[in-house]
Nanobody, 114 residues
Framework: VQLVESGGGLVQAGGSLNVSCVAS????????MGWYRQSPGKGREAVAI????????IYLDSVKGRFTISRDFTKKTVHLQMNSLKPEDAATYYC????????WGQGIQVTGSS
């Protein structure tokens, strides 16, 4: 499995952004998928994880009510809609798939602007 991310970019505080991740090649998507992020000098943290069936969803406490994760099983994509962005949301966001071993995307930058 390979994960290809898109979206991201520069956003002002309070703004919105959407990042997407496509899993390829075609095949089973019966695994958890989601997003992690990492800021300079900090460890990687789980932002939002969607269970393999799309039913179990876990959010980082600090993004609850602002971020929404969704999956399109037909297109093998996972999206993260980020609203009401805060300066502390600026980070490199990584798509994740709970394959064995785990698979990571290359990372996509979300940068805050003043």
């Amino acid at each position: 499995v390979q994960l290809v991310e898109s979206g991201g970019g520069l956003v002002q505080a309070g703004g919105s952004l959407n990042v997407s991740c496509v899993a390829s090649p075609d095949g089973s998507t019966v695994y958890d998928m989601g997003w992690y992020r990492q800021s300079p000098g900090k460890g990687r943290e789980a932002v939002a994880i969607s269970g393999w069936d799309g039913e179990r969803i876990i959010y980082l406490d600090s993004v609850k009510g602002r971020f929404t994760i969704s999956r399109d099983f037909t297109k093998k994509t996972v999206h993260l809609q980020m609203n009401s962005l805060k300066p502390e949301d600026a980070a490199t966001y990584y798509c994740y798939a709970a394959t064995a071993p785990s698979t990571w995307g290359q990372g996509i930058q979300v940068t805050g602007s003043s």
